[in-house]
C-alpha cells in the first residue's frame, strides 16, 4: 500500500483541481466556438439562398424576349434609315473637326457665357 505524505496529497490535490479547471474551461471554449459554427453555417447559407433567388431574377429579366417586348413598348425605336449608315472609312472624316468650325464653335461659346 502506498502512502502518501500531507504535502504530495495537497500537491496532487491541487494538480487534480488545475486540471479540472482547464479542462471546464477548454469545455466552455468549444460550446462557443461550435455556437459560432453553427451562426456561421446558417449565414453562408442564407447567403447562398439569396444569391440563387438573384440568380434567377436576372435569369427572368435578362430574358431575350422580354428586353425586346419591353424595348418595343417603351423606346419607340425605328429602323434606321439609308442614309444613316455610311461606311467606316469616311468615320474620320465626320469626327475629325476642322480647325474652322473649332473657332467658330469657341467663339459661340465664349459668346453664351
Not at 9 to 24: H, N, P, Q, R
Request: glycine share 2%; proline share 4%; net charge negative.
Amino acid at each position: 500500500m502506498i502512502v502518501f505524505s500531507a504535502r504530495t496529497s495537497f500537491v496532487l490535490t491541487l494538480i487534480t483541481v488545475i486540471l479540472g479547471v482547464c479542462v471546464y474551461l477548454v469545455g466552455i471554449q468549444q460550446d462557443i466556438r461550435q455556437k459560432e459554427l453553427a451562426r456561421l453555417t446558417a449565414e453562408i447559407q442564407s447567403t447562398q439562398d439569396s444569391i440563387m433567388v438573384l440568380q434567377s431574377d436576372w435569369a427572368y429579366l435578362s430574358r431575350p424576349d422580354r428586353i425586346l417586348h419591353l424595348s418595343q413598348r417603351l423606346l419607340d425605336l425605328e429602323p434606321l434609315a439609308k442614309h444613316q449608315i455610311i461606311p467606316a472609312n469616311k468615320l474620320d472624316s465626320i469626327t475629325t473637326p476642322d480647325a474652322d468650325t473649332a473657332i467658330t464653335e469657341a467663339n459661340l461659346i465664349w459668346r453664351i457665357e
